[in-house]
């Protein structure tokens, strides 16, 4: 494939300035590689790899709790996949496009040149993309993101609200086990807080980025969605995250721990090197990958 690049919008210099460091969008050309029309969304549904492929069907309740069953693809071909994504409260999730959706994996690289060419210093060591389809009433309820993530939206539209990533918002602790695989990204969530959002409404075409660790919720405006969602790595976003990591078993030890938002980044980085030797040591269980998967698509529950 040749890709008619640039994908990303010259930045203005409040962008530039802004990125990473507040929540900000600004304009890509994704959509028009054609990449997600139906059909070709259809063919990579239809030949994904399962462990890869991931169902959500969400509950809510009136106060904003939510509750998620996890499901199974089935047997369905991409095309009724898609069909069933168009109609529901489903939510599918492809990840590791980058690697398993060939020519998209092509597009991000080339898109996060143009990102890295005009974000000051920044300069990505790895890149992990999700390709989302959501159902026009689908939601993604409050969470946080261990990388940093930027969110391509490429078709119907969706709202955005993020929040500041401080303690109220975001407790430490809460990103210690999220690090620590002791829980989801899901995070205690009270509708008040909304109030201290900046809320985003995204059209085809738009991307919106925010710190690392910003807790963001997002529902969806009436209309089916895609949108790619971008996880990555700086050698910054490393070390802070392996510094939660080593702290959340120094706070599990009950040992002093560090606030990580006035930790300075040579100490962090010493954190970050003695999680590589914990990591080794296998010290904590991993309780993420025994959720139980509880529906299949085309078929009851099982
Ligand atoms: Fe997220």
């Given at each position: 494939?040749?890709?008619?690049?640039p994908?990303?919008?010259?930045?203005?210099a409040?962008?530039?300035?802004?990125?990473?460091?507040?929540p900000m969008?600004?304009?890509?050309?994704?959509?028009?590689?054609?990449?997600?029309?139906?059909?070709?969304l259809?063919?990579v549904?239809d030949r994904y790899?399962?462990?890869l492929?991931?169902?959500?069907?969400?509950d809510?309740?009136a106060?904003?709790?939510?509750?998620?069953?996890?499901?199974?693809?089935?047997?369905?071909?991409?095309?009724?996949?898609?069909?069933?994504?168009?109609?529901?409260?489903?939510?599918?999730?492809?990840?590791?496009?980058e690697?398993?959706?060939e020519?998209?994996g092509?597009?991000?690289?080339a898109?996060?040149a143009?990102?890295?060419?005009q974000a000051?210093?920044f300069?990505?060591?790895?890149?992990t993309?999700q390709?989302?389809?959501?159902a026009?009433?689908?939601?993604?309820?409050?969470?946080?993101?261990a990388?940093?993530v930027c969110?391509?939206?490429i078709r119907?539209?969706?709202?955005?609200?993020?929040y500041?990533?401080?303690?109220?918002?975001?407790?430490?602790q809460?990103?210690?086990?999220?690090?620590?695989?002791q829980t989801?990204?899901?995070?205690?969530?009270r509708?008040?807080?909304?109030?201290n959002?900046?809320?985003?409404?995204?059209d085809?075409?738009?991307a919106?980025?925010?710190?690392l660790?910003?807790?963001?919720?997002?529902?969806?405006?009436?209309?089916?969605?895609?949108?790619?969602?971008?996880?990555y790595q700086?050698?910054?976003?490393r070390?802070t995250n392996?510094a939660h990591?080593?702290?959340g078993?120094l706070?599990?030890?009950k040992l002093?721990v560090a606030n990580?938002?006035?930790?300075p980044?040579?100490?962090r980085?010493?954190?970050?090197?003695?999680?590589?030797?914990?990591?080794?040591?296998?010290?904590v269980?991993?309780?993420?990958?025994?959720i139980?998967?509880?529906?299949?698509?085309d078929?009851g529950?099982?």
């Open positions: 494939m040749s890709i008619d690049t994908l990303v919008a010259a930045w203005s409040r962008q530039k300035a802004d990125f990473a460091h507040v969008t600004f304009e890509h050309r994704l959509a028009q590689t054609g990449l997600f029309d139906d059909d070709r259809a063919q549904l790899p399962a462990d492929f991931d169902i959500n069907l969400f809510f309740d106060d904003g709790q939510m509750r998620m069953q996890t499901g199974v693809r089935g047997r369905l071909p991409g095309a009724e996949v898609l069909e069933g994504v168009k109609q529901g409260r489903v939510w599918v999730q492809l990840r590791g496009v690697t398993h959706y020519e998209l092509e597009a991000i690289r898109t996060f143009d990102i890295s060419a000051p210093g300069r990505p060591v790895q890149l993309g390709l989302i389809m959501s026009p009433q689908a939601k993604v309820p409050f969470h946080a993101d990388p940093g969110l391509f939206h119907g539209r969706k709202r955005i609200w993020i500041p990533s401080d303690e109220t918002h975001m407790p430490q809460g990103m210690e086990d999220i690090m620590l695989k989801t990204e899901d995070l205690p969530y509708r008040e807080w909304d109030a959002a900046q809320v985003f409404d995204l085809p075409g738009m919106v980025t925010w710190p660790h910003a807790p963001h919720r997002i529902e969806n405006l009436g209309v089916f969605n895609v949108s790619l969602s971008v996880d700086t050698w910054d976003t070390i392996g990591y080593a702290s078993l706070r599990r030890w002093p990580m938002r006035r930790t980044r040579a100490a980085a010493g954190l970050w090197a003695a999680h590589l030797a914990m990591k080794r040591m296998n010290l269980e991993d309780r993420i990958s025994t139980e998967r509880s529906f299949e698509l078929g529950k099982r």
